[in-house]
């Protein structure tokens, strides 16, 4: 049971303390990190197709192709559909306005063209009469990123995307082991893209990602690419690239997959807390998800006066971060979207801030954090 408000002493409570997490599993981590080291081999090896195996069962598809970092796995994934003959130069890729600028840098690293499109206010997805205006005889593919771990897929997307025939890509860096109905968010379109990066539910102690697909010439295509351009050894039938996915990280993750489901279910046993016990009117909560369907990579909280509250709890001892506090468009890197009007994404860039929430965190300190928003005037 959650413990009582009135019986509670100051605390500190960090953000995210990775020290902390890797402790969870620490001697398991230690054990699996020794026999990479011991082994003698370090790049393409056992661990990583281990890995590469379990992820996709994990995950419901075919294939998993392990590779460096999450914005790879979207850039290459772009990249192998050029390749294929599926996009070219040019073309229109919508994206989520309110995202993390790797979706956006995948794009335009690809000389296609982002086109951003607003979200919701309370349930921070896609404004699909946004979405359908936008779509235009250029339009290949719809980015869909499940932010902040809540899936962001439905069946009028589905419909959307099989009318205009476009490519459905998930970005899903932020929602490992998130569900919709039966499937899992990185199963539901043509191709899914993963970050590993540390501090993600499923994170590895350094760089690394992941594409998930069904599609037999697209994985190819992306070993290929990731692999210099390699068809065969020293065969190069396409100006690649090398990302990969090393063997100490992927034998670490595939101890931190057996692991997932419980560190999720932590989560939303946390956050289900902070559903139910935040009361401050000034402070709104993200539209509720049915269990599953969010598995709560960062917990946002909105409200008009986000820097004093950042401070507020700084002050006593509760770390937060915000994400984002510049929206892709509005960057400097992307001049020529700046001018462009996306007022809800512009709104919660300035009201959100990620309360901690991960699953090293115990009730007494999701409680203090509690107290203190509800303390907050
Ligand atoms: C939504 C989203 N997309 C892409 C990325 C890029 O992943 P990486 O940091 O592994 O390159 C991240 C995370 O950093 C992310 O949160």
Not at 19 to 28: D, P, S
Not at 120 to 137: F, H, P, V
Not at 283 to 307: A, S, W
Not at 347 to 359: F, G, T
């Amino acid at each position: 049971m959650a413990a009582e408000l009135s019986v509670m002493i100051p605390m500190n409570i960090p953000y995210l303390d990775l020290k902390a997490v890797t402790a969870l599993h620490g001697e398991e981590i230690q054990a699996a990190v020794a026999e990479v080291v011991g082994s003698g081999w370090y790049l393409q090896g056992r661990a990583l197709q281990q890995f590469e195996q379990h992820y996709a069962e994990y995950i419901g598809t075919k294939y998993c192709i392990g590779v460096a970092n999450g914005l790879d796995a979207l850039t290459l994934t772009l990249r192998a559909y050029k390749e294929m003959g599926k996009l070219q130069e040019g073309d229109e890729v919508l994206v989520p306005a309110n995202t993390f600028i790797a979706t956006v840098l995948s794009i335009t690293e690809n000389q296609l063209k982002p086109v951003f499109v607003d979200v919701e206010e309370d349930t921070l997805d896609l404004n699909l009469a946004a979405l359908e205006r936008a779509i235009t005889s250029k339009t290949k593919v719809l980015m869909l990123v499940h932010l902040y771990g809540r899936c962001t897929y439905n069946e009028r997307i589905q419909k959307l995307c099989e009318k205009h025939r476009l490519l459905l890509v998930e970005d899903n860096a932020q929602a490992h082991g998130c569900q919709y109905e039966d499937k899992k968010t990185g199963s539901l379109g043509q191709a899914a893209c993963h970050s590993f990066y540390p501090g993600k539910n499923l994170g590895a102690l350094g760089d690394g990602g992941a594409v998930t697909t069904d599609d037999e010439d697209l994985a190819q295509m992306i070993r290929s690419i990731a692999n210099y351009g390699f068809a065969e050894k020293y065969v190069a039938t396409y100006q690649g690239r090398n990302s990969r996915l090393d063997e100490v990280q992927a034998a670490v993750l595939n101890v931190k997959l057996r692991h997932l489901n419980e560190e999720n279910q932590r989560r939303i046993d946390l956050a289900r807390l902070y559903y139910n016990k935040i009361e401050n009117e000034t402070i709104r909560l993200p539209k509720l998800m049915d269990e599953g369907n969010n598995v709560y990579h960062i917990f946002p909280v909105f409200t008009k006066r986000r820097d004093a509250l950042k401070q507020y709890l700084q002050d006593k001892g509760i770390g937060t971060l915000i994400h984002y506090p510049i929206p892709p468009h509005q960057q400097e890197c992307y001049k020529e979207y700046n001018q462009q009007s996306l007022p809800i994404t512009e709104k919660l860039a300035k009201e959100e801030l990620s309360l901690p929430l991960n699953p090293t965190m115990t009730e007494e300190e999701a409680m203090w954090v509690v107290k203190a928003l509800n303390d907050w005037k």
